[in-house]
């Protein structure tokens, strides 16, 4: 793969990517050509979103059934004060298309049922889990692990945070916490989310082209 790969208005946008030796022209490419599904676009959501589109990941799939508040805008950065009232899915949209033109978005205004999860995440190179409940959290981790397909997880509650990158190469980490825990809300994002955005572009350029 050569840089005439990328057109020049995408070799001077990606630039500072192309230049490290991890990446190159064809890790752009890669970038450009795979696909991330990100499953909740609030607190975590949000930065991912923005980050992921301005890195270049070809296609993102939005999920999110929740409409913006004016209380979420001081941590939920793709949203802005016109925003509110509307789903957060539609406004992320909006928001990475206006970011990247490049970026085909293909956003969902529902709460992933468990009988649609598997279908869902086969369409997609890498999933982002954003979400702040545990039995989403569990649905997504048997889809992916069932379909084959890298999770991403991020959560933080307070001053404290986590990330990890779930492959499906591994075991399945569900028998890790065999008792499925309470559907209460779960820790999830207050500071610091751009965290969770970090492994998605690497699981993407390593994920095998389908």
Request: charged share 25%; proline share 8%; hydrophobic share 35%.
């Amino acid at each position: 793969m050569s840089d005439l790969s990328l057109d020049a208005t995408q070799l001077d946008r990606y630039s500072r990517h192309i230049i490290l030796d991890d990446v190159g022209p064809e890790g752009q490419k890669r970038l450009l050509e795979g696909s991330a599904l990100v499953v909740g676009a609030g607190g975590l959501g949000a930065p991912v979103i923005q980050y992921l589109a301005a890195a270049g990941v070809g296609r993102l799939g939005i999920v999110d059934d929740d409409v913006v508040e004016r209380s979420n805008l001081q941590r939920q950065v793709i949203h802005r004060d016109a925003d509110v009232g509307r789903p957060k899915a539609e406004s992320a949209e909006e928001f990475v298309t206006n970011l990247n033109p490049d970026i085909e978005v293909e956003a969902l205004e529902a709460r992933i049922a468990p009988e649609e999860a598997r279908e869902l995440v086969a369409d997609y190179d890498v999933v982002v889990d954003c979400t702040d409940n545990f039995p989403t959290r569990y649905m997504l981790n048997d889809a992916c692990q069932i379909e084959g397909v890298p999770l991403c997880h991020g959560a933080i509650y307070k001053f404290e945070g986590q990330i990890t990158t779930l492959s499906p190469m591994g075991p399945a980490t569900a028998v890790c916490s065999p008792r499925r825990p309470s559907p209460a809300p779960c820790p999830t994002v207050r500071r610091r989310a751009s965290w969770a955005c970090s492994p998605a572009p690497s699981a993407v350029c390593r994920r095998p082209r389908r």
